[in-house]
């Protein structure tokens, strides 16, 4: 039986998902998280063999908490199901240690195929978006990455200064070559250009 922990924020989703794959006779829904944090909490608790995660979650996103599952050498593998169809976020899944990565609208028997497959030890990515990602170069590092994205919410250097205890010059100098990198003129455009992209 391959035991599935849910990690997905919008609750029509989530019973849709879980209901889906408690169909399979292989597959069994240990638990549903709405949110990073408390995936984090039950991925401890329960060690399923996979965690589905989407992306964009609050707390923490499905990357992160893969990040956290190969920092900490956890055998429970990572399967992102998500709407963001971009190359960038297939790149950072996969430098995270994501074995899957599938859309939310792709057919529901091939995210059964799919988890079936990462559990034996494979890896089921769309063939589009590895197509793309393959083409597609990521300019910022993840240091870079992080400011903008703190930036992009709203917070000033100071801010984001304390919250990675940087000091403020060294958050602008981040600030400055993502803006750089992106071929924009500040951080607002480098946020949104980086969120279309998804590099962020």
Excluded: C
Aim: no cysteine; charged share 25%; aromatic share 4%.
């Amino acid at each position: 039986m391959i035991r599935v922990l849910l990690a997905e924020d919008q609750a029509m989703v989530r019973g849709a998902l879980t209901a889906l794959l408690n169909l399979e006779t292989d597959i069994e829904v240990v638990g549903a998280a709405a949110d990073g944090e408390s995936a984090w909490r039950e991925l401890q608790r329960l060690r399923p063999d996979l965690l589905v995660t989407d992306i964009e979650m609050p707390g923490l996103t499905g990357l992160e908490l893969a990040q956290r599952i190969r920092r900490h050498e956890w055998p429970t593998r990572v399967v992102i199901v998500t709407t963001f169809a971009r190359a960038g976020y297939l790149r950072r899944a996969l430098d995270a240690g994501v074995s899957g990565y599938l859309l939310k609208d792709a057919p529901a028997d091939q995210l059964a195929a799919a988890l079936r497959k990462v559990h034996a030890g494979g890896r089921a990515i769309d063939p589009q978006l590895a197509l793309e990602a393959w083409n597609e170069a990521d300019p910022l590092n993840d240091r870079e990455r992080q400011v903008l994205r703190l930036a992009g919410e709203g917070l000033s250097a100071g801010d984001i200064a304390r919250q990675l205890n940087l000091s403020q010059g060294t958050v602008r100098n981040y600030l400055s070559e993502a803006i750089g990198k992106l071929g924009v003129s500040n951080r607002i455009e480098a946020y949104r250009l980086a969120r279309q992209r998804g590099l962020l």
